[in-house]
């Protein structure tokens, strides 16, 4: 059974960073794509990044591009999301996911989950 546990949200002001850590048990690491997404109160859960087992080529959606870093430690089974500028809107709860390489991140009931870990940006 697919693992997944998030850490590393805070409250945080607004311009500063949080580097949330996601550690994955049961899968052969290697074998899966990793992402990242959040889900805002009373909005739907949207992507926000991922990466490839090789960690070559990350993705991310346009909102948090340039500020936003993914990236994966497959000795430690282990997906990062290095966070800076932190914006208003960037306030969610954000989930690990694992998809098997080769598989589209949808429908979601097709991905591993975990609980999720909660990001504040204050003003």
């Known amino acids: 059974q697919v693992q997944l546990v998030e850490s590393g949200g805070r409250l945080v002001q607004a311009g500063g960073s949080l580097r949330l850590s996601c550690v994955a048990s049961?899968?052969?690491?290697?074998?899966?794509?990793m992402g990242w997404f959040r889900q805002a109160p009373g909005k739907a859960r949207e992507f926000v990044a991922a990466?490839?087992?090789?960690?070559?080529?990350?993705y991310y959606t346009d909102s948090v591009q340039g500020r936003f870093t993914i990236s994966r430690d497959n000795a430690k089974n282990s997906v990062y999301l290095q966070m800076n500028n932190l914006k208003l809107e960037d306030t969610a709860t954000y989930y690990c996911?694992?998809?098997?390489?080769?598989?589209?991140?949808?429908?979601?009931?097709?991905?591993?989950w975990g609980r999720g870990t909660q990001v504040t940006v204050s003003s």
């Open positions: 996911a694992a998809t098997r390489m080769g598989t589209s991140w949808y429908p979601e009931s097709s991905n591993s």
């Open positions: 049961g899968l052969t690491f290697g074998n899966y794509k």
């Open positions: 990466i490839v087992p090789t960690g070559r080529d990350p």
